[in-house]
């Protein structure tokens, strides 16, 4: 099968090590790299004839909108529903019918579940090809509501973003509200450690999408997550986020 990826690290590199064990023919975009207008046109050229296309840009809306766009030609497209509903992003393409959403967290790897999610135009048969995939990938495909984040982003997302707000607010220091919620709530990692992983562009795609969709106080996007992502304090990929990675 010959397989197009487009996104961001680290979810794009998990995908890419995925689709390679899986013997897939797998091509990878990096969203920076699609500032050259040759690889753009590149990219549109290779989407068009790939018999799947994933899309995984969660960083900001219209960034993925340009992404999805360059895709929208694709037989078959499986957009990540994180930053925008499947519905939303489907709309960008001229073949809503053959766009399914799905959701992951880095880090994405065999036996993992993926969220799948239909569009309000997705055909069943779309659907139905996703779910192939995905476990044709080694990983366990759930069926879920459309909506931006979907099920673990929308939360896990949204508890990265309370504790910078607690952090913003000098309540304790980044280790210790970390070491509160995994010995206090028995969590596997601290919610800004897990920041960090997923990236905190992506965090705070994610909290701008469930804002814009509902409007409501308890998504709107932490003054200290911002700064930190116009500071380039990206996470785990960039060397440093709300802790340092040497």
Request: charge should be negative.
């Amino acid at each position: 099968m010959n397989v197009v990826l487009a996104g961001e690290l680290p979810l794009a590199d998990d995908l890419l090590k995925l689709c390679a064990d899986a013997g897939y023919d797998t091509t990878l975009y990096l969203v920076e790299s699609l500032a050259d207008a040759a690889i753009a046109q590149k990219l549109r050229a290779d989407a068009s004839t790939a018999e799947v296309v994933v899309e995984c840009h969660n960083e900001s809306k219209a960034g993925k909108r340009r992404v999805v766009e360059l895709l929208g030609g694709a037989r078959m497209m499986f957009v990540s529903a994180l930053a925008c509903s499947t519905t939303e992003a489907a709309s960008w393409t001229n073949r809503p019918a053959r766009v399914a959403g799905w959701g992951a967290l880095p880090s994405f790897q065999r036996d993992a579940t993926v969220e799948i999610a239909a569009g309000l135009k997705t055909s069943a048969d779309a659907m139905d090809q996703a779910e192939s995939f995905w476990n044709s990938l080694g990983v366990k495909p759930r069926r879920v509501a459309d909506g931006p984040g979907l099920v673990r982003a929308r939360i896990v997302c949204a508890l990265v973003n309370e504790a910078a707000s607690a952090l913003a607010d000098g309540i304790a220091s980044p280790a210790d509200i970390d070491t509160a919620m995994k010995l206090g709530m028995n969590y596997p990692r601290g919610p800004l450690e897990w920041g960090d992983q997923i990236g905190l562009d992506v965090v705070l795609g994610v909290m701008q999408g469930l804002y814009e969709e509902f409007g409501e106080d308890r998504y709107r996007p932490s003054p200290l997550l911002r700064r930190y992502v116009q500071a380039g304090w990206l996470g785990r990929k960039a060397g440093r986020g709300f802790f340092e990675y040497p």
